[in-house]
């Protein structure tokens, strides 16, 4: 019976030693509560781009920080170069993937990030309706769409004067139309599309009756 007891008293023990001790496989930084090591893009918004050969170059890198600014490479790609304020210049010359690192810099230390470069062949796109009805406090619903472009590739929309657009609606990057139009009117909106870098401007067309 004492020994039953003794082991009982142990058991209990380790139970309450068991909590404070780290599961197996848990990694140091969840422990220590030290910052995660930051990934291979970790100074930069966004590092891939998609590009269309022929077509002058109008993208640039983001750093995800203040105050830092990219060391020059006159060849990211074949046609493509880089300059101190992250834009993008030249035209692709040829279509393919292509990586390459990039040095983000404040000051004298400087780190390598890896962007890539995805140029695509020039396949011709055009919108496809650009034209929306609605009716004045009820909700709008539609999309921008555009036909041809390279497959797999969505377009970019950036409406170019915010104040053309009636009071209550608003047009997505992703093309979407919404919003309850707070009156009755037309209205033509300027609004340039982008697809893998070949862009356009076009104009949408809102009747609110």
Not at 81 to 95: A, I, L, M, N, Q
Request: glycine share 12%; aromatic share 4%.
């Amino acid at each position: 019976m004492r020994q039953t007891w003794t082991l009982l008293v142990a058991g209990l023990g380790m139970c309450a030693v068991l909590p404070a001790l780290p599961s197996v496989g848990t990694p140091a930084t969840h422990m220590t509560g030290a910052a995660p090591v930051a990934t291979p893009s970790g100074r930069l918004v966004e590092d891939t781009f998609y590009l269309t050969v022929g077509i002058e170059v109008e993208q640039r890198l983001m750093p995800t920080e203040k105050g830092v600014t990219i060391r020059p490479r006159p060849r990211l790609a074949p046609g493509i170069g880089v300059d101190e304020t992250g834009s993008f210049y030249g035209r692709p010359e040829r279509p393919g993937t292509y990586a390459a690192p990039v040095q983000v810099c404040r000051g004298q230390e400087c780190t390598e990030e890896r962007v890539t470069l995805v140029v695509l062949r020039n396949v011709p796109w055009a919108p496809a309706s650009l034209t929306f009805l609605g009716r004045a406090g009820e909700e709008l619903y539609g999309n921008i769409q555009i036909r041809g472009g390279p497959a797999g590739v969505p377009a970019t929309f950036t409406v170019t004067n915010q104040e053309a657009l009636p009071t209550g609606v608003t047009i997505g990057p992703d093309g979407r139309v919404a919003g309850a139009p707070a009156e009755a009117g037309v209205s033509r909106v300027p609004v340039r599309i982008c697809v893998a870098g070949n862009c356009a401007g076009v104009v949408v067309t809102l009747i609110v009756a």
